[in-house]
């Protein structure tokens, strides 16, 4: 790792516009578990029954229990770690620009980084499905099951559900800051949901070096990304994170 950790703080002390994709891997350091691999959700749950838009319009009262039993932790007490942390100081550091998250758990914003885009929604914010309107997940009594709106309708989190497509918006911010980046940090996602994988993709396309940190390689490792720093994201962007901190220092005094 230490080779690579080198190489990836000069790349991103080099570039002029970094973007981050970021999926559940960042998170697990700030103990939320991951969807897939050992520990992940998707071994306790059927994403279908869980996750499916589907199956919360049939049954939201189920969806809404399992749901609350999966994101309990994420909702009391998690905060972010070192990985979130090494984002937000490339941000101030004028290097990062946005991070397009795959999470749902808000932590990229309570780090500080200030251009996130929720490809999959939050967790935060609550929807009437009748009148539509929000309201913030923790002013919102949950122990009724599913939580109602004042107008009696049922509430439905703000987070992209299985067979839903992603937000307009969410996506157009994503594609635009992967197409104009020169450099993309992809930390923790497995790259096998769509189209949030093609992300990194696009970014290669349009000229971008990719690079990955993750335990594991992916679909993207070789093929989309050109180095991969294999090790957990929280030791790995705090070292990247000196280390470009030492450069810039360097170079200052040049
Ligand atoms: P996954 O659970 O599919 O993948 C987590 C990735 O994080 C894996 O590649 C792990 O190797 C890696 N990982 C585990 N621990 C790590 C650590 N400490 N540091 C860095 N990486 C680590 O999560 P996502 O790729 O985010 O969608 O999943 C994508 C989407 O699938 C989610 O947004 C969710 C899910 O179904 C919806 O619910 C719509």
Same mark, same amino acid.
């Given at each position: 790792m230490e080779d690579s950790i080198k190489k990836v703080a000069g790349y991103i002390a080099a570039a002029k516009h970094v973007v981050a994709l970021t999926g559940a891997g960042i998170s697990v350091e700030s103990g939320i578990p991951p969807f897939r691999g050992k520990g992940g959700l998707w071994e306790k749950f059927d994403p279908m029954e869980v996750a499916h838009i589907d199956s919360f319009m049939k049954n939201p009262e189920k969806v809404w229990r399992l749901l609350i039993s999966a994101m309990k932790d994420l909702l009391v007490s998690a905060k972010p770690n070192a990985a979130h942390l090494g984002l937000a100081r490339l941000e101030e550091l004028g290097l990062l620009k946005t991070v397009i998250t795959q999470n749902i758990d808000g932590l990229h914003q309570m780090a500080g980084n200030t251009d996130v885009v929720e490809f999959h929604g939050n967790f935060a914010w609550l929807r009437c499905l009748d009148c539509g309107s929000r309201e913030q997940t923790v002013e919102v009594e949950l122990s009724q099951m599913p939580p109602k709106c004042e107008c009696g309708g049922i509430f439905r989190p703000e987070c992209v559900f299985f067979g839903e497509t992603i937000p307009p918006k969410e996506l157009d911010r994503s594609q635009i800051a992967a197409s104009t980046c020169d450099l993309m940090l992809v930390v923790g996602t497995s790259a096998v949901v769509q189209p949030a994988a093609f992300m990194p993709v696009i970014a290669k396309q349009s000229g971008a070096t990719?690079?990955?940190?993750?335990?594991?390689?992916?679909?993207?490792? =070789?093929?989309?990304?050109?180095?991969?720093?294999?090790?957990?994201? =929280?030791?790995?962007?705090?070292e990247i994170t000196a280390e470009v901190e030492r450069i810039l220092a360097d170079k200052r005094q040049l």
């Open positions: 990719v690079i990955e940190i993750n335990p594991e390689p992916t679909p993207l490792t =070789g093929t989309t990304s050109t180095i991969l720093v294999q090790g957990k994201a =929280g030791k790995a962007m705090r």
